[in-house]
């Protein structure tokens, strides 16, 4: 069913029961007012927002007109007020990439004889520089 | 979709809402990247929760307050959200005042048997109001 109410003109959107159950599953807060939890679901609707309109401009998605994962990632690794982020944002690097590198790797050990596929020039060369994770 | 009332995640269709609100029109926001903002804002709760407490326990109170909470946000280095949540908190207070009068008025013309169980249920109201909207956002299909 659509929802005709403009939601956006409510107070806050996020719902306060929710943002309840996640700061009470800190072990060491017992209760909270009425106030401190409207304010925390409305400071995380401003931190949603700043979180996403940051990355966008600072990130490379917009060349797409698009919000990627990667924008988000790099935001935690530069800014320092997003830093607490990195741990839950990391750097990504593609399965096929991570795989082809294992491969080069077990290669690069192994004895070559004239094999062909070693005289040819490898795509696992390029450094993709940022999607490497650290 | 089972309902978990551990569930530490926020509504997608929410979160989706509020970044869109953030970016230009017609800027596309993969599954993935509002996925790990979602992330991103119950471990921001979770950060201002652990600091605004840290402030309750200085004070000495067992109950985080709204100043617990404002105190955090500075301490975060999120001063940029100090003043917004300042107006906000007054009007939200002007609303629940607004609620409690009118609740008053409603009792006062109840029974008094009525009287004690609407008092009960006074506090109950919005977390139900609150989760009732929650389902209304998970049954929106994601895209």
Known sequence: AARLSGAENRLVSLPLSRIRVIMKSSPEVSSINQDALFLT??????????????????????????????????????????????????????????????????????????????EEEEDEDETVGEDVGS | MAERPEDLNLPNAV????????????????????????????VFVLYATSCANNFAVKGKRKTLNASDVLSAMEEMEFQRFVGPLKESLEVYRRD????????????????????????????????????????????????
């Open chain 1, 41 to 118: 679901a409305k400071a995380t609707e401003l931190f949603v927002q700043y979180l996403a309109a940051y990355s966008y401009k600072h990130g490379r998605g917009k060349e797409k007109n698009a919000l990627t994962y990667s924008d988000l990632s790099h935001t935690a690794e530069e800014c320092e007020t997003f830093q607490f982020l990195a741990d839950i944002l990391p750097k990504k690097i593609l399965a096929s990439k991570y795989l082809k590198m294992l491969e080069k790797e077990k290669r690069d050990g192994e004895v070559g004889e004239g094999d062909e596929e070693d």
């Open chain 2, 15 to 42: 979160i989706t809402r509020i970044i869109k609100e953030a970016l230009p029109d017609g800027v596309n926001v993969s599954k993935e990247a509002r996925s790990a903002i979602s992330r991103a804002a119950s």
């Open chain 2, 96 to 143: 629940q005042k607004g609620k409690k009068e009118a609740r008053k008025d409603k009792d006062k013309k109840a029974d008094s048997e009525e009287q004690d169980k609407s008092r009960e249920e006074e506090n109950d109201d919005d977390d139900e109001r609150m989760e009732e909207e929650e389902q209304n956002d998970e049954e929106e299909v994601d895209n």
